[in-house]
């Protein structure tokens, strides 16, 4: 677990000051279901990351800080404790392979060398069209189908190398 | 042994069981329907009868931990149903969200009738979206039914049910630390007592239950408690039980067992070893538990029988190794995970679970010496008993384990300077 610092200093200065009517009308229907305003805060920022392209940048934290009514510094102490929250940008597409024990025996080591090969970067880099980023990660809950990643949303089950450059062909 | 009727995994396969409609064709909701005419002490007592255990790891009675919620009326009163399934290697909770999501709204209601609690959270990880979808439609099914809402079947019993999405933190599954990831603070466990049975999610009393426990209580106030004791080994290990099987088999998957079938028939029951490899250990439950070599083979799969042969049941996610498999390259990869996953409160744990991944990547990098056993050891030894939860304790079983059943393959990587077992390449 990340335990750094959380980042400060103003935030920068974009198209979203706040949530959009949208995801603000989304998060108000969440918020019913919690005895406090603090509970909603994981959810929030889901919503908000959604709203960001995939990471939460200051502007997004000061927003949901906001809506929520929360302190700033409270919503960043939360950001860094998860893994599924990103402070800096990922590419339009996130990859995350699962190395732990099961899908390591089954050979996922291979698929993380063949993504280093197919995208020409290293861990937690974005590929230079910001097309795709890939990490490593734990378990994922789907090691009868190992080896195994997440690509955005999806489980990709049962990987070959073969199978990885064609899935790669199929990110836009 | 007669043929084994398949109990929580009855439905799978059968898509109609996804709408309210399907699943009540299937007979679903009667239990619930039953539960409602009962005196809610007599369910408690019911499930206390049945011997029910935990299925998230823990293994301890479900009745009793209803009991031991207040009777007051001064606080609400919550259920949190842990859909964290996080511990490696465990994957039978999401088949049984995926596949069956009113068996698991039907359980998690009957529980809350039971103890009182008006509002029912099931945490589910973050990574899960596409059962944290089904059981959103599922839900959003209920509520219209009249299942969920301000009068459950007409009965006047008012009950509301939501999904809640974690954010990817293992630490999240531990029950306390589930509760302030609830309350939108970092997942942090809280120091016990008071218990979440007292204190628990927004300062009231809260069951916490996993996925599969709550799933097996419909089928107990259905068929009854003698029933549900009829299966198993014997009176503390009772009803059905399922095993998430990965690794080195032919077909890795979820499968439905009595609880105590041997890891034999496990083993025979996916295929075998994987392309006809031979036997070298297991993990019986998930990474937080100890290694088993193969001659535990005849093994009865249930809690009391792994714990008597120095392991765990856990979750009962076995993970299989065939002969080919480093230990210390799958130790070292269990260790890279707890020291990613330790949540940093105290200090043996967070400096622990550092030093067993540095110590074990070392060694298989064959830069490790022979005195590296004892250092392991001595920071297991630092970390037992010394830790806030039982992520501590958990992630030292895989390592002792290790040292105390694998001492001359560490001793080969000092001796060859590398990793005696080339064909396979692991992650660290
Ligand atoms: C580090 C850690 C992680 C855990 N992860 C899970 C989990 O993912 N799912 C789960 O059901 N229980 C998990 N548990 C066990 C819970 O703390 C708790 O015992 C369980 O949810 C109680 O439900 P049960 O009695 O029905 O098993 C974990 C415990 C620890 C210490
Ligand atoms: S034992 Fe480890 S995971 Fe548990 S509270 Fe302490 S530091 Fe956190
Ligand atoms: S070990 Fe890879 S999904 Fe579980």
Redesign the pocket.
């Known amino acids: 677990m990340s335990v750094s610092e959380p980042a400060t200093g103003a935030a920068p200065v974009s198209g979203h000051a706040g949530l959009p009517p949208e995801a603000k009308a989304e998060l108000d229907e969440i918020r019913r279901r919690y005895p406090t305003n603090e509970a909603a805060l994981l959810p929030a920022l889901h919503i908000a990351q959604k709203v960001w392209g995939g990471w939460l940048p200051d502007e997004a934290i000061q927003a949901v800080a906001r809506e929520l009514d929360l302190a700033p510094a409270k919503v960043y102490g939360v950001v860094t404790f998860y893994d599924l929250y990103h402070q800096k940008p990922v590419g339009r597409h996130r990859i995350r392979v699962c190395t732990n024990l099961s899908c390591q025996l089954r050979g996922s080591e291979e698929i993380m060398e063949t993504l280093h090969q197919e995208l020409g970067v290293g861990e937690d880099e974005v590929t230079p069209d910001g097309r795709v980023s890939y990490v490593h990660f734990e378990c994922l809950g789907s090691c009868d189908t190992a080896p195994m990643m997440m690509v955005d949303e999806t489980y990709q089950e049962n990987l070959t190398p073969d199978r990885v450059r064609q899935i790669l062909k199929g990110l836009k | 042994m007669p043929a084994f009727e398949p109990v929580l995994t009855r439905n799978v396969g059968k898509p109609e069981a996804l709408t309210l409609k399907g699943y009540r064709q299937l007979g679903g909701y009667e239990a619930l329907a039953k539960a409602l005419k009962m005196e809610p002490d007599a369910i408690i007592e019911e499930v206390k009868k049945s011997g029910l255990?935990?299925?998230?790891?823990?293994?301890?009675s479900?009745g009793l931990?209803w009991s031991f919620i207040p009777k007051g009326k001064d606080k609400p009163k919550y259920l949190v149903c842990?859909?964290?399934?996080?511990?490696p290697g465990?994957f039978k909770?999401r088949l049984l969200m995926e596949y069956d999501p009113h068996q698991l709204i039907e359980g998690c209601a009957i529980c809350c009738y039971a103890v009182h609690a008006t509002t029912c959270y099931i945490y589910i990880?973050g990574e899960y979206t596409k059962a944290a979808a089904i059981l959103e439609r599922a839900l959003k099914e209920a509520y219209e039914g009249g299942i969920l809402g301000d009068s459950v079947m007409g009965s006047g019993f008012k009950l509301n049910m939501w999904v809640h999405r974690g954010a990817g933190a293992?630490?999240?599954?531990?029950?306390?630390?589930?509760l302030e990831s609830l309350e939108g603070k970092r997942g942090q466990?809280r120091v016990k007592p008071p218990f979440p049975a007292v204190v628990g999610a927004f300062g009231s009393p809260t069951v916490?239950?996993?996925?599969?426990?709550?799933c097996n209580v419909p089928h107990i106030i259905e068929r009854g408690a003698d029933w549900f004791k009829a299966i198993g080994t014997d009176e503390r290990n009772t009803g059905p039980k399922l095993y998430a099987i990965s690794g080195h088999v032919e077909r890795p998957g979820t499968y439905e067992y009595p609880i105590g079938v041997t890891f034999r028939e496990l083993l025979e029951g996916c295929g075998g070893m994987y392309k006809g490899g031979n036997l070298k250990a297991f993990i019986p439950g998930g990474a937080?538990a100890p290694i088993l070599p193969a001659e535990h083979i005849d093994i009865k799969m249930d809690f009391d029988t792994v714990a008597k042969a120095g392991s765990m049941l856990g979750?009962a996610a076995v993970m299989v190794m065939d002969d080919k498999t480093c230990m210390v390259g799958s130790v070292a990869r269990l260790a890279k995970f707890f020291n990613h996953?330790s949540c940093g409160q105290c200090t043996p744990c967070r400096e622990g679970t550092n030093w067993m991944e540095l110590v074990l990547k070392r060694l298989e990098h064959g830069e490790g010496s022979e005195a590296d056993k004892t250092l392991l050891l001595s920071v297991c030894n630092h970390i037992g008993g010394n830790s806030l939860?039982?992520?501590g304790d958990?992630a030292i079983g895989p390592v002792k384990s290790l040292v105390e059943r694998y001492p001359d393959e560490i001793d080969q990587h000092v001796r060859e300077k590398r990793c005696p077992f080339p064909r396979r390449r692991y992650f660290s």
């Open positions: 255990r935990g299925r998230g790891g823990a293994g301890f479900a931990k842990n859909a964290d399934e996080s511990e465990t909770d990880r293992y630490i999240c599954g531990e029950e306390t630390g589930m466990p916490i239950n996993n996925v599969e426990t709550l937080s979750s996953e939860c039982a992520l958990a």
